[in-house]
């Protein structure tokens, strides 16, 4: 079946660094790649995604790549602050549904 | 705008009672809501797929007698653990589609305790 894996499961930098967290899909046919973040027993929230048409997308210190031969994306998030400090999700849709699939999850640490 | 709110945020109730958890799309309609179970310092894993004015649709090794899922109206889709157990405990996650593409707008989560 379709799968998703995340690399790293924790990842922590010094504040002001880059950190970036890479993803790999399974299903060729998947065309939306968003990402989530989440705060401690709180609901995910969308930061970026990415459709299968467009190979980078950047919204301000947050930006995403994709590669769709290589079937893998990554985000990218530059100039670390401590409130970045959050796990963050990859997913991965579901060829013609709009299901996704999550990646497990990169625990990030930015240290002040 | 695409705000999703799930009623009750926690709840602990006793083995073999039943639980129910709403989501309601608050400020727009959603024809298919999903429904996330995610344990501690894991992954949301999709549970089930819900249709307004149709049956849900549940992902491989769900069982849909014990998770009843009813998506009445086009704001709210309801979950009810039914004769709950211990193992049922977990933080379940709602999602709607805001009719906008791929995009999923999460519910808050709910805490089920089974003690």
């Known amino acids: 079946g379709e799968n998703v894996e995340q690399h790293p499961s924790t990842l922590s930098v010094q504040e002001g660094d880059s950190a970036v967290i890479k993803c790999t899909y399974s299903?060729?046919?998947?065309?939306?790649f968003p990402w989530y973040k989440q705060e401690l027993g709180k609901r995910p929230q969308l930061i970026i995604d990415?459709?299968?048409?467009?190979g980078e997308k950047k919204d301000q210190r947050i930006a995403v790549t994709l590669n769709k031969t290589a079937k893998h994306f990554s985000l990218h998030i530059t100039e670390t602050q401590p409130e970045d400090s959050a796990v963050y999700f990859c997913?991965?849709?579901?060829?013609?549904?709009?299901?996704?699939?999550f990646g497990t999850g990169t625990r990030l640490k930015v240290l002040a | 705008g695409a705000v999703v709110s799930q009623h009750p945020s926690w709840v602990i109730c006793k083995s073999g009672t039943s639980v129910k958890i709403e989501c309601r799309s608050l400020?727009?309609?959603?024809?298919?809501m999903f429904w996330y179970r995610q344990f501690p310092k894991q992954s949301l894993m999709l549970m089930a797929t819900s249709n307004e004015g149709s049956k849900a649709t549940y992902e491989q090794g769900v069982e849909k007698d014990k998770f009843l899922i009813n998506h009445a109206s086009l704001t709210l889709s309801t979950l009810t653990v039914t004769s709950a157990h211990p193992e049922d405990s977990s933080f379940y996650i709602c999602?709607?589609?805001?009719?906008?593409?791929?995009?999923?707008?999460f519910g808050p989560g709910t805490r089920l305790t089974v003690t």
């Open positions: 997913a991965a849709s579901i060829s013609g549904t709009y299901k996704y699939i």
């Open positions: 299903d060729s046919a998947s065309n939306y």
């Open positions: 999602s709607a589609l805001a009719g906008r593409g791929y995009e999923q707008y």
């Open positions: 990415i459709r299968s048409n467009v």
């Open positions: 400020d727009f309609q959603a024809t298919t």
